[in-house]
């Protein structure tokens, strides 16, 4: 165990030495924090993965012994991940949270790595203004009246500046922190390495999907151009709904690492006690909340990627309670073909038609595994009698976990594999909404009537309409 994670980190040293010299010209620091960032990434996840190896060896998976055990490994892997994320910071806490918000991963990775969705450190204020001027041409002073040298928010590859502009128009200034283009190339090289690495010496654990798709994911957040377009999309889709805010994007002030919109004040989506002191029900937030991401998967074809709190404000106003959506970097443009078949799979979902099911699971390109859609969406089995809802019956469970004790990491590596990249935004998403819903103290019926709701309005004439009123 202990050779073939010397030899990974050894090899991984070697690859990305080589790539780093010929990629740049400030070799010494940069290659030596990338090899110190790899190597720790290396030892740790080949670490995670030799220890589901050999601490499962021998014992059957039908055992007590073995689901005990495995749920011990899950903990101790999602530690070291933690200590990764903490250690390496940047893409790596960017990573830590695509994982945590994956609903088919353990939970004792979602538990333990959503502490890294409130984690990150602001750049020195010096190296903003640097970021600005080089970006725009001009220094701050040119710009701007006055400029908060305090962030009001920070994220993993960039943080929120409150400013006015000489006109006295207030804004929020979204700047990259600097060198990350670099740092992408050189930690996603690492990870894409580590998830061959890890497939050629077990090839039961393949996590190539899950890195595939988190590079297509950051590749897109870091260029601020496109997520001002997301914006405005987004914007336009639901410009007939008053109560969805937007923030109004200002072009000549942006750019790839620049991004100026209106400022838009609110409390975080999850914040009970502003709603509780301003008397906003938390279950009409949440209603209103489901329906927009509902509506944008059914309707538009068109995602927001990362509905977590602190990109959903809510905010009183003098016409009412609105949702202020933030962060449009990444999104989810969905093929046309996709979002029919999975407006139908809904409708299939909501009265259990097993045989539309399977022949849906066939189009998606998951075969078998699609009699556990039901499982995954609605927490029904695929020949479950009870109502959209209301869970599964204490017999049906007993069937399923025995069903899923032969379940091994080789078929969870195939189904994921074999899943469109559509579904895997879908499935992301969808994580995060339970999240929200359950923060605001909502039943998760409302997630499925809302989803059954819009499933069937996609299939209608209404399809691709523009939204409509608002919800309260």
Not at 97 to 126: G, H, I
């Amino acid at each position: 165990a202990k050779t073939s994670v010397y030899l990974l980190t050894a090899t991984g040293g070697a690859a990305l030495a080589y790539d780093s010299f010929n990629s740049t010209t400030d070799f010494p620091s940069t290659f030596l924090n990338g090899v110190v960032r790899s190597s720790r990434a290396i030892f740790s996840i080949t670490s995670c993965v030799v220890d589901y190896k050999y601490s499962l060896h021998g014992l059957s998976p039908s055992s007590d012994d073995y689901g005990g055990a495995l749920s011990e490994i899950h903990q101790r892997s999602a530690d070291r991940i933690l200590k990764l994320c903490d250690a390496n910071k940047g893409f790596y806490v960017k990573a830590g949270q695509f994982v945590a918000a994956m609903r088919q991963v353990p939970k004792e990775y979602s538990s333990t790595l959503s502490s890294l969705q409130d984690q990150a450190v602001p750049c020195n204020f010096e190296a903003v203004k640097e970021v600005i001027l080089k970006s725009l041409g001009k220094d701050l002073s040119e710009i701007f009246l006055s400029f908060d040298e305090q962030p009001v928010a920070a994220a993993s590859i960039a943080q929120v500046h409150h400013a006015f502009l000489k006109d006295n128009q207030e804004v929020a200034v979204k700047v990259q922190y600097p060198g990350l283009e670099y740092q992408m190339k050189f930690d996603l090289e690492t990870m894409a390495l580590l998830s061959r690495s890890v497939a050629w010496l077990f090839p039961g654990y393949r996590f190539e999907w899950l890195v595939s798709e988190f590079t297509k994911t950051i590749a897109s957040e870091l260029d601020f151009i496109q997520e001002a377009k997301n914006s405005e999309r987004a914007a336009n889709n639901f410009k007939k709904n008053k109560m969805i805010r937007i923030p109004r994007v200002y072009w000549d002030l942006t750019s790839r690492q620049v991004l100026t919109m209106q400022f838009c004040e609110g409390h975080k989506v999850n914040d009970l006690k502003f709603m509780n002191q301003m008397g906003i029900s938390p279950l009409e937030v949440a209603k209103a909340l489901v329906d927009v991401f509902a509506e944008m998967i059914f309707v538009h074809g068109f995602l927001h990627g990362d509905p977590h709190p602190g990109n959903i404000l809510v905010s009183s106003e003098k016409n009412g309670v609105s949702l202020v959506i933030l962060d449009h970097g990444i999104y989810k443009q969905l093929s046309e073909d996709f979002r029919k078949n999975y407006c139908q799979l809904w409708e299939a979902l909501i009265i259990l038609d097993s045989e539309k099911i399977q022949q849906l699971g066939e189009n998606f390109g998951v075969g078998k595994y699609a009699r556990y859609f039901p499982v995954i969406f609605t927490g029904r089995t695929i020949n479950s009698k009870s109502l959209l809802g209301r869970g599964m019956s204490s017999e049906e469970k007993k069937h399923l976990k025995e069903e899923l004790k032969s379940i091994k990491m080789e078929d969870i590596s195939s189904f994921m594999e074999s899943l469109p990249p559509d579904f895997l935004t879908i499935l992301r998403t969808d994580g995060l909404l339970r999240s929200l819903i359950s923060k605001l103290d909502a039943p998760q019926r409302i997630r499925l009537l809302s989803y059954a709701k819009f499933a069937l309005r996609g299939l209608s004439a209404e399809a691709n309409s523009e939204s409509g009123g608002g919800y309260f």
